[in-house]
């Protein structure tokens, strides 16, 4: 049986924002154009289609965005489509304004709304788009080289005035239920500890004792590189200043972390994944997810994509400890 043309292809944005997601827009856009594909921007994720905040997207309208953070077709949380009437509804819709693929930039749980639409006959394609990094199917997800470059330039600058006082610096980076970009800026900064939620047991004693250790050995500094999902820094700070005597300060860098110009990684990685996901709708192909694996830009079933699990590797940990003599 002959597969039925895409027409129109969908887009939307959904979840938290993340420096990049403008290049896979524009990617989407410009490619399905490219194809005689036409194309509508879903404002506001799950939200703007269930209230059919839907737009027509011109190879002008992306004109001058790939350098922005944020996602010019914004995003946002929606509870309704998780719900089996707000499903159907949003399926509607996309039948209503012809949209027979749709391309959904998000995380895990963004993808498993797509999963629902792919199952009501909406063909969908899911692009990694959070700078958590906790897409188990992927090595990349858009946004993430930013967040952990922006997070790195910002703790290289506490680190500056930590070493002046010789102070305790506790900074909490993003990453509610992971902890890549702790870790990775817990390498990258040269931090004491990492704390990250994947370890939420960590031990305060042995921290405040290795800070003493620290300080007799002429270590000017002591630098902590915290995860949200461990998250009480200013008491932490109040703890450790009290057990070491050693002046201790909290900062919390929050959602600076999400916005900024994309680095070139991120506008690169988003753009061939953009490109990919139209390609893919283009053969008839629907419930997948974009991934980059072992140095490879692929593609997996949603369902066997969300079934995957990702963790923290241990080598890496191992490193950061070896490294914070
Ligand atoms: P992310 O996509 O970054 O993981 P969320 O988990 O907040 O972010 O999910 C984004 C949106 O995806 C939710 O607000 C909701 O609209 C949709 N979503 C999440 N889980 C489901 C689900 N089980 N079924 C349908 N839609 C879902
Ligand atoms: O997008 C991921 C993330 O930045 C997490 O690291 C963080 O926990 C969460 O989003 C914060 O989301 P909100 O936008 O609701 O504050």
């Known amino acids: 049986m002959t597969k039925k043309r895409v027409r129109t292809i969908g887009v939307l944005t959904s979840g938290g924002d993340a420096p990049g997601m403008n290049a896979a827009i524009r990617a989407v856009t410009r490619t399905a154009l490219g194809k005689g594909i036409k194309v509508r921007g879903i404002r506001q994720g799950y939200q703007g289609l269930l209230e059919e905040e839907i737009i027509d997207l011109s190879a002008r309208d992306v004109s001058d965005t790939i350098q922005r953070g944020g996602t010019i077709l914004q995003t946002a949380r929606c509870d309704q489509m998780k719900t089996e009437a707000g499903q159907q509804k949003a399926a509607a819709i996309c039948k209503k304004y012809g949209i027979d693929g749709l391309v959904v930039i998000g995380g895990d749980g963004s993808f498993r709304g797509a999963e629902k639409l792919a199952n009501l006959g909406v063909n969908t ?44 610096s506790i900074i909490e980076v993003m990453g509610r239920d992971a902890g890549f970009i702790a870790l990775w800026c817990g390498i990258a900064n040269g931090a004491e500890r990492i704390l990250m939620p994947e370890e939420h047991d960590y031990d305060e004693k042995k921290i405040i004792e290795d800070i003493q250790a620290s300080k007799e050995r002429g270590k000017k500094n002591y630098i902590i590189i915290n995860a949200e999902g461990v998250g009480d820094s200013l008491n932490m700070a109040k703890r450790i ?18 916005g900024g110009s994309p680095t070139c990684k991120d506008r690169v990685y988003a753009s061939i994944m953009g490109s990919m996901a139209v390609d893919l709708l283009a053969e008839g192909k629907s419930n997948r997810v974009i991934g980059y694996k072992h140095g490879e830009y692929t593609d997996f079933d949603i369902n066997e994509a969300l079934k995957m699990t990702k963790e923290i590797p241990p080598h890496h940990i191992e490193v950061a400890q070896e490294l914070a003599l």
Not at 130 to 145: E, V
């Open 125 to 168: 394609i899911g692009v990694p788009g959070t700078i958590d990094l906790d897409i188990a199917c992927t090595d990349y997800t858009i946004g993430f080289d930013t967040a952990v470059n922006t997070a790195m330039e910002a703790i290289d600058k506490v680190r500056d005035t930590s070493t002046s006082h010789q102070r305790c």
């Open 241 to 258: 200043e009290e057990a070491t005597g050693m002046e201790t300060r909290a900062t919390i860098l929050g959602h600076m972390q999400r």
